[in-house]
Nanobody, 124 residues
Framework: QVQLVESGGGLVQAGGSLRLSCAAS????????VGWFRQAPGKEREFVAT????????YYADSVKGRFTFSRDNAKNTVYLQMNSLKPEDTAVYYC?????????????????WGQGTQVTVSS
């Protein structure tokens, strides 16, 4: 089991940047696949990005490809989502999720553990 805590959300203007962090407990975090998901009010939760155990491989939703960068620092038990060129449609609560001893996935119900979320608001 792992506990996840997101941070770094806030209010930015369109075209701006934010870096989200997700800090994890547990010494086995380095063997967990991690994903980022987001959910806007009245919308379904959607996939954003996923990263493998070592951080050497990532996969992004088409809507954020080229603008967002997923990375991890296993020594710090932390993953990061660098968000550049933000658009109003990026406004949502962003969640990190973990999947132990598995492969990368964009499927919500394949992730076992979830953080509480952090709000990102992009004004036009």
């Amino acid at each position: 089991q792992v506990q996840l805590v997101e941070s770094g959300g806030g209010l930015v203007q369109a075209g701006g940047s934010l870096r989200l962090s997700c800090a994890a407990s547990g010494r086995t975090f380095s063997r967990y696949v991690v994903g980022w998901f987001r959910q806007a009010p009245g919308k379904e939760r959607e996939f954003v990005a996923t990263i493998n155990w070592s951080g050497s491989s990532t996969y992004y939703a088409d809507s954020v490809k080229g603008r967002f960068t997923f990375s991890r620092d296993n020594a710090k038990n932390t993953v990061y989502l660098q968000m550049n060129s933000l658009k109003p449609e990026d406004t949502a609560v962003y969640y990190c999720a973990a999947r132990p001893w598995a492969t990368m996935s964009r499927i919500i119900n394949e992730y076992n553990y979830w953080g509480q979320g952090t709000q990102v608001t992009v004004s036009s």
